[in-house]
């Protein structure tokens, strides 16, 4: 009987999970301003309370950052990044639930800002655009313009 639960088991979590994810894990988007540079990216958080973060720049692909991060009730969320170009950041954060918030920090090419686990509406307001520069959002996505660029009105399909 023992053998014939272990299988079942074996069975159902490779049905549930993508080949090499841990069973009691969670991957979900990332949003953030580092240096002035928007990067997406994506955090695999288990259930441990430790993870992985990997986040990409939007304007310069080649430029990536890798981390890891640990969560606890009592003393918040922490992590670290090493990125492509040798920088590296610390930051904190704080779970808005249990697959959701938002963090800031500090790295050697300048002040980060994040999101994960929110859509680019809901990331607006947690995110710092450095000066001279702002967030547009739209349904789904996100862009850090120059602050003196005018907003332009959305197509509305409609012809004068």
Same mark, same amino acid.
């Given at each position: 009987m023992r053998k014939i639960l272990t299988a079942v088991f074996t069975v159902c979590a490779a049905w549930i999970n993508p080949a090499g $994810? #841990?069973?009691?894990?969670?991957?979900?988007?990332?949003?953030?301003?580092?240096a002035g #540079?928007?990067?997406l990216g994506e955090a695999e958080g288990r259930i441990g *309370? !430790?993870?992985?973060?990997?986040?990409? !720049?939007?304007?310069?692909?080649e430029l990536s950052c890798r981390g890891q991060f640990t969560y !606890? /009730?009592?003393?918040? *969320?922490? *992590?670290n990044m090493l990125c492509s170009d040798g920088a590296?950041?610390?930051?904190?954060?704080?779970?808005?639930?249990?697959?959701?918030?938002?963090?800031? *920090?500090?790295?050697?090419r300048g002040p980060l800002s994040?999101?994960?686990g929110l859509s680019p509406v809901e990331s607006e307001p947690y995110l710092k $655009?450095? =000066?001279?520069?702002?967030?547009?959002v739209g349904a789904n996505n996100l862009l850090l313009v120059?602050?003196?660029? =005018?907003?332009? /009105?959305? =197509?509305t399909g409609l012809r004068p």
């Open positions: $994810a #841990d069973l009691f894990s969670s991957t979900g988007p990332v949003i953030a301003i580092l #540079d928007l990067f *309370g !430790s993870g992985t973060v990997w986040i990409q !720049s939007r304007s310069r692909p !606890s /009730a009592e003393l918040g *969320g922490v *992590g590296t950041a610390t930051f904190k954060f704080r779970r808005l639930g249990l697959l959701r918030g938002h963090g800031t *920090g500090s790295s050697t994040f999101t994960y $655009a450095p =000066p001279g520069k702002t967030i547009r120059d602050a003196t660029q =005018p907003v332009q /009105a959305a =197509p």
